[in-house]
T-cell receptor
Framework: GAVVSQHPSRVICKSGTSVKIECRSLDFQATTMFWYRQFPKQSLMLMATSNEGSKATYEQGVEKDKFLINHASLTLSTLTVTSAHPEDSSFYIC?????????????FGPGTRLLVL | GESVGLHLPTLSVQEGDNSIINCAYSNSASDYFIWYKQESGKGPQFIIDIRSNMDKRQGQRVTVLLNKTVKHLSLQIAATQPGDSAVYFCAEIRGYQKVTFGTGTKLQVIP
């Protein structure tokens, strides 16, 4: 199946700093990628939809100036958590949409665990 | 909005037995459904999907059943193995893009 990677897998940062997380589709082109966050023992919550070459679409309640998304190419989307605070500590997961004919599937990255001190 | 932080429902199954994980969905306009498996500290892994015009689909050791009348989805795992221990999420997809996840069920396989 298709492979999606994320980097870094784990990051610890000080409060007030910015953190960039990369999401790459390794063997397919993804015009659309999605960013989720997941708190312990909870389900994945969609944060935003990242479209190549255009602005991201954010879900209600997600601050677009706080979580900057850039989908610069068909294989790369980045999420930057600006001025991170301890409450931003979470597991961030991206997914990429693969469209093969009429079959469409989303594949998920391994996740990035962010800890803000 | 954000879901409340509840403990995940847990299903404990003896190794070798069959497991059935259930999911209720709300939107009758969903185009298709996916089951994902998530191991601790990892991203979700695709297991199997089913389109809204189907009621059953089988994979390797897994079967998904869709009952649109009662908006219910189930995942059956045959001969459950310790490696099947994980959290399982059902997800509904509308417009072939937006994925909405269920709350998840933790499967615990007892050796």
């Amino acid at each position: 199946g298709a492979v999606v990677s994320q980097h870094p897998s784990r990051v610890i940062c000080k409060s007030g700093t910015s953190v960039k997380i990369e999401c790459r589709s390794l063997d397919f082109q993804a015009t659309t990628m999605f960013w989720y966050r997941q708190f312990p023992k909870q389900s994945l919550m969609l944060m935003a939809t990242s479209n190549e070459g255009s602005k991201a679409t954010y879900e209600q309640g997600v601050e677009k100036d706080k979580f900057l998304i850039n989908h610069a190419s068909l294989t790369l989307s980045t999420l930057t958590v600006t001025s991170a605070h301890p409450e931003d500590s979470s597991f961030y997961i991206c997914s990429a949409r693969e469209l093969a004919g009429i079959q469409e599937t989303q594949y998920f990255g391994p996740g990035t665990r962010l800890l803000v001190l | 909005g954000e879901s409340v932080g509840l403990h995940l429902p847990t299903l404990s199954v003896q190794e070798g037995d069959n497991s059935i994980i259930n999911c209720a969905y709300s939107n009758s306009a969903s185009d298709y459904f996916i089951w994902y498996k998530q191991e601790s500290g990892k991203g979700p892994q695709f297991i199997i999907d089913i389109r809204s015009n189907m009621d059953k689909r089988q994979g390797q050791r897994v079967t998904v059943l869709l009952n649109k009348t009662v908006k219910h989805l189930s995942l059956q795992i045959a001969a459950t193995q310790p490696g099947d221990s994980a959290v399982y999420f059902c997800a509904e997809i509308r417009g072939y893009q937006k994925v909405t996840f269920g709350t998840g069920t933790k499967l615990q396989v007892i050796p």
